[in-house]
Nanobody, 127 residues
Framework: QVQLVESGGGSVQAGGSLRLSCAASKYTSGTYYMAWFRQAPGKEREGVAGIGSDGSTSYADSVKGRFTISKDNAKNTLYLQMNSLKPEDTAMYYC?????????????????????WGQGTQVTVSS
């Protein structure tokens, strides 16, 4: 069973940057579809960014141009570089993975697509 462990969360002022990491316990990033989600208190979990085994990426409109998803297959690690952070980015951020790829890149943002989840890392952005 693959396990995912997130790190890199913290507190930052608006306009700042953070880089989240997600380490997988076994080789996944070369074949699995992987994504970052976030969930703020009282809100539903939402897809932030996804990346396929071929490196193709998808982003939520709210983070396009500010966040970048990437992976290092040799290290079995997924990253999320977050720049120009806003208070509304405050949430628990989760790493997710699934051996199946969403058809045509659709549905990557749906939590039900993913069978493997990390425990999350908190990101807090103050104004």
């Amino acid at each position: 069973q693959v396990q995912l462990v997130e790190s890199g969360g913290g507190s930052v002022q608006a306009g700042g940057s953070l880089r989240l990491s997600c380490a997988a316990s076994k080789y996944t990033s070369g074949t699995y579809y992987m994504a970052w989600f976030r969930q703020a208190p009282g809100k539903e979990r939402e897809g932030v960014a996804g990346i396929g085994s071929d490196g193709s990426t998808s982003y939520a409109d709210s983070v396009k141009g500010r966040f970048t998803i990437s992976k290092d297959n040799a290290k079995n690690t997924l990253y999320l570089q977050m720049n120009s952070l806003k208070p509304e980015d405050t949430a628990m951020y989760y790493c997710a993975a699934d051996p199946l790829h969403p058809p045509f890149g659709r549905n990557w943002h749906l939590p039900d697509w993913y069978s493997i989840w990390g425990q999350g890392t908190q990101v807090t952005v103050s104004s």
